[in-house]
């Protein structure tokens, strides 16, 4: 059973400090997402990558946060230096460019004090 | 306003019940929408998808689209308590960014 899986679940972290966190794809998947929950805001895009490029990252705060791919298989997002703002669970999830279904993984529970 | 609307509830019906959900929208250029389901602490996944305007079924889901009105609803029949979730509506008009509902988080009581 094919999932994308993502680490940490859960962080608590100071303000200021770096945060990264990382998404494994579903093996043989050419698109990642990276997506932000919160009550206030609900699903928001942050980043999108198509075969390791990244073409959409228009929804990141640009001088706090990056996102990469590496590789294939792994796809970060790191958020440097952290405000309790960023509170929020932070989703990734892949899928086939052309093909709708979107997997989402468990999500990153971040929470900045 | 957001580009999608859509009432947070909570909704809470008895079992057997038919739950109705629905969105409004206010970007024309949307043509693929689509319903999430999320359950408490996971993430979102695919439970329906149309194109354009017109009704789709799967099992006990029905989903409709009225593009004239900018509305879109999701029907849920026989209810069951598994169906307890927060359901979330997301359209998208280009070929990969969604915009989602803020969800409605419904409870099926046994």
């Known amino acids: 059973d094919a999932r994308v899986t993502q680490t940490p679940r859960h962080k608590v972290t100071e303000m200021g400090q770096e945060v990264t966190m990382r998404c494994q794809p579903i093996?043989?998947?050419?698109?990642v997402f990276w997506y932000r929950q919160t009550m206030m805001q609900g699903l928001e895009l942050l980043a999108y990558f198509r075969n390791r490029a990244p073409l959409d990252d228009s929804g990141m705060p640009k001088d706090r946060f990056s996102a990469e791919m590496p590789d294939a298989t792994l796809a970060t997002l790191k958020i440097q230096p952290s405000e309790p703002r960023d509170s929020a669970v932070y989703f990734c999830?892949?899928?086939?460019?052309?093909?709708?279904?979107?997997?989402f993984g468990p999500g990153t529970r971040l929470l900045v004090l | 306003q957001k580009e999608v609307e859509q009432d947070p509830g909570p909704l809470s019906v008895p079992e057997g019940a038919i739950v109705s959900l629905n969105c409004t929208y206010s970007?024309?250029?949307?043509?693929?929408f689509m319903w999430y389901r999320q359950y408490s602490r996971k993430g979102p996944e695919l439970l329906m998808y149309t194109y354009s305007s017109g009704n789709k079924e799967d099992g006990r889901f029905t989903a409709q689209v009225d593009k004239s009105s900018k509305y879109i609803s999701l029907f849920i029949r026989d209810s069951q308590p598994s169906d307890s979730a927060t359901y979330l509506c997301?359209?998208?008009?280009?070929?990969?960014?969604?915009?989602f509902g803020a969800g409605t988080t419904v409870t099926v009581r046994a």
């Open positions: 970007n024309s250029a949307f043509q693929y």
């Open positions: 093996l043989g998947h050419n698109t």
């Open positions: 997301a359209m998208r008009s280009g070929d990969y960014k969604l915009s």
């Open positions: 999830a892949s899928g086939y460019t052309g093909v709708e279904t979107q997997y």
